[in-house]
C-alpha cells in the first residue's frame, strides 16, 4: 500500500490493519547497567574482535541532554554505517550465573528506499555482494558460498522461493544491500563472541535447540540469513527449519484483535491532526514539490523522506532536476530533510503525551511476547533445581527477523518508550539467566526467603535481561523499573517478566487478559 508519507504506514493484510509506521522515537543515552566481571568483547570496523577487561560499576541512569540533538546528526545514527568500533554488552552478568536462553529480534539491515521521488534519478546502488567493495567483512565470502548450499536447509513456504542473497546490480526497490548484509555479520558475530564462553549452544546443537523465523520479504530473510552465519558460522543446514511470519507483528495465530485496530486509527488521527497544523513542514513540501515541478500532494505521497535517507546513508549528493532553460539543476536540500526529521521528532514527543500508542503496542505485541515467555518458562523448568536438561532439549536460541514495524510497537510494549526508533539492523535480545547454589546462598543471607511463584519456578533462581542495540535496559522495562530493585538481586527476577506479559501489561488497556482486552466493546 503507498502511504501518504513516512509518518505513517499502514500494512494491511485480509482487511485488517496490522501495523504502524511512525518514524522516529527519540532515545535517552542508557549506559550498559550490569555490573561487569570479566571481559568484554569490542567488535573493530574491520570485523576483527578485542577484549577489554570490565570492571564492576554502579548502575548509570538516563542522561538528559540540555540542548536537542540535531535532527541530521540523529539521521545518520539512523544509517548505522558499519564503519567504528562497537562494544556489546550482551552475555554478561555478576559471577556465578549461568545462560539459559537467549531471544533475539532483529530489523533488517540497510535497504534500497521503499519509493521513488517523482523526476529524479534513483539512487546508483549496487545491490550484488562482492568482498572487494566497501562496506566488506572476513565472513562476506564464506556467508556468500554458505548461501549457496542453502537448498539443504529446511523452509516454510513462500520462504524456499526467495532468493537467500541480493543479487542485482541495480537494487530493486526495497532491497537488501552489502551494508545491510555486512552490519548483520557483525551482529551475528558480536554475539558469537559474547555468547562462546556460556556454552549457550553445543557445538553438536540439535534442530530443536535453534528457532529461526522471518516475514516473507527478501530483506528480512536475507537479514537473518546473515545474522545467523555471523552467529554460528558455517551452520549445518540440514538442522535448520526456516520458520514464515505472515504478520510483520509475528502474531501468529493470534493476529486477531479488533481493538487493536481501533487504537491504530485513532493513533493515524493523531498524528495527521498534528502533521498538518506543522506550517513550517508544509511550506517546506510546498517548495521540494516547486524544485521538482510536481504537485504538493504527489510529493507527499512518494514519502521523499524514506529516499533522502538512502542518499544520507550511502554518501550520495540529494536528487536534483535539470531547469528547463538549460541552467544549473535545482537539487533538494540538506535544509528540507531537517524540516522532516525535526516535524518527526516533534510528532514523537506528543505520540508519548497522548498516549494512544503505548496502548496500540501491548495488544499488537502480545502474541510475540507470551510465545517468547512461554519458551524461557519451559527451559526454566527444564533445569528445575540443578538438574540438567535432556540433551537437545528446548529451544536455547531464537532468532526472529522483521520490521521497524515489528520493533517499535516491541520497544513500545517493554515500556521503553524513549528509546531512539529502530535503526537499520537494530536488536532486542532477551537473555535468561539462573543463579547457581553458591549465588543462591549469599542471596538468602542479604535478603531472607522468596516467596515461590505461581509458575513453580523458585523466584531467586532464574532471571532475565533485555538489551537494546547492546545496552543493558532491563531495569528501564515496564516490569522492572529501577526503583523496584533491591542490592541483594542485581538482576530482574523471570517472574516480573511472566506476571507482565501475562496479566500486568493489560492495565494499561483496562483489562485482565488478551482476549479481553482485544474484543470488549469500545466506551
Known amino acids: 500500500m503507498l502511504a501518504r508519507n513516512r509518518f505513517l504506514l499502514l500494512v494491511v493484510v485480509g482487511g485488517s490493519v496490522l501495523a504502524v509506521l511512525s518514524f522516529s522515537l527519540q532515545f535517552l543515552n542508557l549506559l550498559p547497567t550490569s555490573p561487569m566481571l570479566d571481559e568484554q568483547p569490542v567488535q573493530a570496523a574491520d570485523g576483527g574482535f578485542r577484549a577489554i577487561q570490565g570492571k564492576s560499576r554502579k548502575r548509570v541512569f538516563p542522561v538528559h541532554h540540555t540542548q536537542e540533538p540535531d535532527p541530521v546528526s540523529e539521521a545518520y545514527s539512523y544509517c548505522n554505517t558499519p564503519n567504528h568500533t562497537e562494544q556489546a554488552w550482551e552475555g554478561h552478568s555478576p559471577a556465578d550465573y549461568r545462560l539459559l536462553s537467549v531471544h533475539v529480534m532483529i530489523r533488517h539491515g540497510d535497504r534500497y528506499p521503499l519509493y521513488s521521488i517523482p523526476k529524479t534519478k534513483r539512487p546508483s546502488i549496487d545491490c550484488t555482494l562482492s568482498a572487494s567493495r566497501q562496506p566488506s567483512h572476513p565472513l562476506l565470502s564464506p556467508f556468500i558460498n554458505h548461501m549457496g548450499q542453502g537448498t539443504s536447509g529446511h523452509w516454510e513456504a513462500p520462504l524456499g522461493s526467495i532468493s537467500r542473497l541480493p543479487n542485482h546490480s541495480v537494487c530493486e526497490m526495497g532491497e537488501l544491500t552489502q551494508t545491510g548484509v555486512v552490519q548483520h555479520l557483525r551482529n551475528g558475530q558480536l554475539l558469537h563472541h559474547a555468547y562462546k564462553r556460556q556454552s549457550l549452544l553445543p557445538s553438536d546443537w540439535s ?3 535453534v528457532w529461526v523465523e522471518t516475514t516473507g520479504k527478501s530483506r528480512t530473510l536475507q537479514s537473518g540469513m546473515a545474522f545467523l552465519y555471523g552467529f554460528l558460522p558455517d551452520f549445518d543446514w540440514t538442522k535448520l527449519t526456516v520458520r514464515h511470519q505472515w504478520s510483520t507483528l509475528f502474531c501468529g ?4 484483535c479488533p481493538a487493536r485496530n481501533r487504537y491504530l486509527e485513532e493513533e493515524q488521527r493523531r498524528q495527521y491532526r498534528l502533521r498538518v497544523a506543522n506550517s513550517n513542514l508544509e511550506r517546506t513540501y510546498v517548495d521540494m514539490a516547486r524544485t521538482l515541478g510536481v504537485l504538493t500532494r504527489q510529493l507527499r505521497a512518494a514519502n521523499p523522506v524514506d529516499s533522502l535517507l538512502c542518499h544520507l546513508c550511502h554518501g550520495l549528493s540529494f536528487p536534483c532536476v535539470p531547469s528547463g532553460d538549460g541552467g544549473a539543476s535545482s537539487c533538494l536540500t540538506m535544509a528540507q530533510f531537517a524540516v522532516i526529521r525535526q516535524q518527526q521528532k516533534e510528532d514523537e514527543v506528543d505520540r508519548k503525551r497522548f498516549g494512544v500508542y503505548r496502548k496500540y503496542a501491548i495488544l499488537a505485541m502480545y502474541p510475540y511476547l507470551n510465545r517468547t515467555a512461554n519458551k524461557m518458562e519451559r ?8 538438574q540438567q536438561p535432556l540433551r537437545g532439549g528446548e529451544e536455547v536460541f531464537t532468532l526472529s527477523s522483521g520490521h521497524d514495524v515489528t520493533m517499535s510497537p516491541l520497544l513500545s510494549a517493554l515500556g521503553l518508550d524513549e528509546a531512539k526508533f529502530p535503526r537499520f539492523a537494530a536488536r532486542i535480545v532477551f537473555e535468561m539467566w539462573k543463579s547457581t547454589p553458591a549465588t543462591r546462598g549469599r542471596a538468602k543471607n542479604r535478603g531472607g526467603k522468596g516467596e ?4 513453580n519456578l523458585r523466584d531467586e533462581d532464574v532471571f532475565i535481561r533485555v538489551l537494546y542495540n547492546g545496552e543493558d535496559v532491563t531495569f528501564h522495562t515496564a ?5 523496584d530493585r533491591h542490592i541483594s538481586q542485581p538482576l530482574c527476577p523471570l517472574k516480573n517478566f511472566l506476571t507482565f506479559v501475562r496479566k500486568d501489561m493489560f492495565s494499561v488497556v483496562n483489562a485482565t487478559s ?3 482486552a482485544c474484543f ?3 466506551g
Open 207 to 209: 534442530p530443536r535447540q
Open 253 to 256: 495465530s493470534a493476529c486477531e
Open 379 to 386: 527451559v526454566a523448568k527444564a533445569y528445575k533445581g540443578d
Open 452 to 455: 515461590r511463584s505461581k509458575s
Open 479 to 483: 516490569f522492572c523499573h529501577s526503583k
Open 514 to 516: 488478551y482476549k479481553e
Open 520 to 522: 470488549k466493546h469500545p
